[in-house]
Nanobody, 127 residues
Framework: QLVESGGGLVQAGGSLRLSCAAS????????IGWFRQAPGKEREGVSC?????????????YYADSVKGRFTTSIDAAKTTVYLQMNDLKPEDTAVYYC?????????????????WGQGAQVTVSS
């Protein structure tokens, strides 16, 4: 089970941080993705962080072009909480944001490969 927190309403140019806490397991050997879905739009991948294979994938993070340079994903030392720091927010970032975990090596943007999902957090950016 994943429990999200954070989100809210912010003006354009502002910042927010989302948290995703694992309950009953740790983020060891997982891909942890952040996805978002705006009304009337498809779900899209925002970022992915891998904690699998220390020699190949561990610590690797990937970002959608639309958020590169503005969003950063990180994990705490206990590997129980993942964060999405969102800076320089734009109105087009408005969406419900979901964290998800996949028991795979590396990362994937394919949302159907994720096994666990958070409940979603609303992020609204006003212009």
């Amino acid at each position: 089970q994943l429990v999200e927190s954070g989100g809210g309403l912010v003006q354009a140019g502002g910042s927010l941080r989302l948290s995703c806490a694992a309950s009953g397991f740790t983020f060891e050997n997982y891909a942890i993705g952040w996805f978002r879905q705006a009304p009337g739009k498809e779900r899209e991948g925002v970022s992915c962080l891998s904690t699998s294979d220390p020699y190949r994938y561990y610590g690797n993070s990937y970002y959608a072009d639309s958020v590169k340079g503005r969003f950063t994903t990180s994990i705490d030392a206990a590997k129980t909480t993942v964060y999405l720091q969102m800076n320089d927010l734009k109105p087009e970032d408005t969406a419900v944001y979901y964290c998800a975990a996949a028991d795979i090596a590396g990362c994937t943007w394919a949302w159907h490969e994720y096994d666990y999902w958070g409940q979603g957090a609303q992020v609204t950016v006003s212009s």
